[in-house]
């Protein structure tokens, strides 16, 4: 009998969360469904992200309220599709970061895994990230595993490319003697969705249209890519506490008040243009560092549907004769990528498998991820 995994995967741009039901060696999906967070959660765990009165009394009440949702998604999941709840061997749950601080050792992740496993009588592996950072590592990334069982190519480079609220990256040299590398590049849609959700009234700039009708702003983008993170060398990860609005109007404030600021640049679409910019550069200088010449990259996530980044990213690569299309390519839909990743490492628990890659985390060696809330 097939045995199926579950994994639970909400990101940081916190717009809802994914399931997917897949089964391994080969890679198939069985089902899949996503469902929208209601806004007044959404608020609370945006809210979390950042320190605030009250704190420990709302996140718990945040915590059985996202598992409690995590929970009836799955039951959901495996009704409309009739799955055979004697082939889930286990779910996947990486629950909702809304505190990461690899720099203290610590990362904090809502989603209750015992009401989880209690409303739908199957075991979670939870708690991805801990192990890793107690043995040295950021905890992030933690997909470039998966990426690489699943799509590195013999003979070709590639580049696994997610942009969700925060882009990372993961390099899969064709030469295996070659290190796997991965890591977080900086903010992709968790700026962009932000600015666009003030202007505009709308969740996400659909396609990219609004910043393709703007102008990015060089002295702005300049004043952006100043931030720390983006001179750091990998091992990085990143997230809302490095990177939210509060931070882009300090930004905002310095540059207006700079002597070389000018008025007529200052649109909201060129603003756009210019968040879109940085995400794009960002993803550049850590393709252009990584030694490999040429190759293709693969895009997933949120933002594999905006089109203007992506042609944005067809252009700055040109000259190393890159490839950028999006993970369907590969036989597997952009939104369900992550969600597989956290079936992917769920097995690898139950297997007793490791899910890191050293190189990627900073780890001192590999570990199996997770813990288990057993039936």
Known sequence: MTSIYIGVMTGTSMDGIDFVAASFEPLKLHATLSIAFEPDLKDELMALTRPDDNEIDRMGKADVALAKKI??????????????????????CHGQTIRHRPEDGFTLQLGDPNIITEI??????????????????????????????????PQIDRVILNLGGIANVSLLPANKKHKILGFDTGPANI??????????????????????HGTAIRPLLDR?????????????????EDFNLDWLDDQLIDWRND?????????????????????VRAIQKAVYRSGMKDGEMYVCGGGAYNSYILEQLRWRLRKHEWSVQTTDVLGLSPTWVEG?????????????????????????GTRILGCITAV
């Open 71 to 92: 929970a009836h998604g799955i039951n959901q999941l495996i009704a409309d599709n009739g799955l055979d709840r004697q082939q889930i061997r286990a779910i996947g």
């Open 120 to 153: 739908t009588q199957i075991a979670v592996v939870s708690d991805f990230r801990r192990r890793d950072m107690a043995a040295g590592g950021q905890g992030a990334p933690l997909v470039p595993a998966f990426h690489q069982a699943i799509f590195q190519h």
């Open 191 to 212: 700026l962009m969705d932000g600015w666009c959700r003030r202007y505009t009234g709308q969740p996400f700039d659909e396609n990219g249209d609004w910043a393709a």
């Open 224 to 240: 952006l890519y100043a931030h720390d993170f983006f001179a750091k060398e990998p091992p990085k990860s990143t997230g809302r």
């Open 259 to 279: 002597p070389e600021y000018e008025v007529l640049d200052d649109t909201a679409e060129n603003i756009q243009a210019t968040l879109a910019k940085l995400t």
């Open 340 to 364: 597989t990743a956290f079936a992917w490492l769920a097995m690898q628990f139950v297997e007793q498998r490791s899910g890191n890659i050293p190189a990627v985390t900073g780890a001192v």
